[in-house]
């Protein structure tokens, strides 16, 4: 739901698989598809906000497993993503839209730090916040720090895009052909029917606050811009 007073404004996922097409790095056709269609909602007066993961560099935990220590690794994986959110901001400007990178962890020639006050001007002003660095802390995961900017941006929802599913089933769609798609779910039923949407930590952060979310495919044409205009093409899920 949309606040009466103020144009749509959303908070975005995308995880960093999808920026690599596949492989490590960046994947920059992938990345101007998805900008182009970020442009699209954004003329249209949505307000949107977006955070990339990291995971087409490094994830901590895997690293960890390959004899790293977890927060150093953790640290790689939050620099990955600012990868990610330069490659978006490019694309996206090369579109025409202002876009403006704020990272958790300073580095002010390349970005502005996260500063909440201003990140909602620049939203306000239209222009697009891409959130790098993940929260700045190891530990936490893109997914966590999705659900807490979007409350800090208060944001009308979280738009958690997937890569491999076009939203929440009974089970894994490609391992079992019985798994049902939900339309629409609590964060309550969620929880009791053990379905994995997001991590623990966004999830909570989500129900306790009242957040809602919606998981959908970002694969199939148009997906972005419809998610973004607040088109209900993936699962609901709600407090
Ligand atoms: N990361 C972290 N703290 C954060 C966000 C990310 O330590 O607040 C690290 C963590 O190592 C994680 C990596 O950055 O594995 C990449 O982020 P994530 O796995 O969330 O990316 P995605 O899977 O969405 O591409």
Redesign the pocket.
Same mark, same amino acid.
């Not at 993940?134 to 720090?145: E, L, R, S």
């Given at each position: 739901p949309t606040a009466p007073d103020r144009p749509r404004r959303v908070l975005l996922k995308m995880? !960093?698989?999808v920026f690599g097409g596949g492989s490590v790095g960046v994947d920059p056709g992938v990345v101007k598809g998805i900008a182009a269609q970020i442009a699209a909602a954004v003329r249209e007066g949505v307000q949107v906000a977006i955070v990339v993961? !990291? !995971?087409?560099f490094?994830? =901590?935990?895997e690293l960890q497993t390959q004899g790293m220590e977890r927060t150093r690794? #953790?640290y790689m =994986?939050?620099l !990955?993503?600012v990868m990610n959110c330069l490659a978006l901001q490019n694309f996206l400007e090369a579109e025409g839209v202002d876009t403006r990178v704020q990272t958790a962890i300073e580095m002010t020639q390349v970005a502005e730090p996260y500063i909440p006050r201003k990140a909602i001007r620049h939203l306000e002003k239209g222009r697009v916040v891409i959130f790098g660095a =993940?929260? =700045?802390?190891?530990?936490?995961? &893109? #997914? &966590?720090?999705a659900a807490q900017r979007a409350l800090e941006m208060k944001c009308d929802e979280v738009l958690m895009s997937k890569s491999g599913v076009d939203g929440v089933y009974s089970a894994d769609p490609h391992k079992d052909p019985t798994a049902e798609r939900y339309e629409h779910l609590t964060f309550g039923e969620a929880l009791a029917k053990q379905l994995r949407i997001a991590d623990a930590a966004a999830f909570s952060l989500c129900m306790e606050n009242g957040l809602s979310m919606m998981v959908f495919g970002m694969q199939a044409e148009g997906a972005i811009t419809q998610a973004l205009r607040g088109e209900r093409i993936g699962t609901i899920v709600t407090a």
């Open positions: 995880s !960093g698989e993961g !990291g !995971g087409n490094f994830r =901590g935990a690794a #953790d =994986g939050m !990955g993503t =993940g929260a =700045g802390m190891p530990f936490f995961t &893109t #997914d &966590t720090v």
